[in-house]
């Protein structure tokens, strides 16, 4: 009896030492495991757009929408993908000796270059639509792209707003009532709305 009871004691103290040991493994491995996650996790999110809206919850949720799939289409359609750390921030004005429409800053360190976008919610007191806002965002990012797809070589504007001065193409003539004129010395009655032209304009000059 007494040697089963030391066997006993013994065999709870073994699996008692066993026990502590793999609850320290245990540990150890959930630690390290943890740690590789987070550092996983930072380096996915280092990657990912960063977009910061100061608006309302839901408005910040709608630009936050709208800023992202106009960033990623617009990359998409050049054929790049987003720059690690491209950071764009929507906020009510932005200066920059005035108060813009939009502003890239880029910051490098080590060789890499990391981009921040600002857009303005409104430009000297007047609202920006949605619409101003993505062509301010392509604007901007354009310059972005440029390290990955190079320089543009072409820049062909156009503008409509501007339409063409018109021509004269046909003669303007002036008509007035003809006042009584004297003929041979005789005072000649003449119809008082009989009209005569006093200046025809053809092609913008005087005939």
Sequence with gaps: MATTRRRSRKQQCLLCRWTIAFRGQTRRILIAGARKVRQIYRRIRSRRLTIIADAPRREAWQLRRLVRRTARSYAKALGVSL??????????????????????????????????????LSVNGREVSDWELVAALRHQLSAVFADAIGKPVLSLALDLERGAPATGGGSIVELRPQPSVAANGRGQDTDPFALSRVTDYQEGEAS
């Design 83 to 120: 720059p690690n750390g491209l950071a764009i921030i929507v906020q009510r004005v932005v200066f920059d000796g005035r108060q813009v429409n939009g502003l890239l800053t880029a910051f490098e360190a080590d060789g890499a270059r990391r981009y921040v976008i600002q857009l303005a």
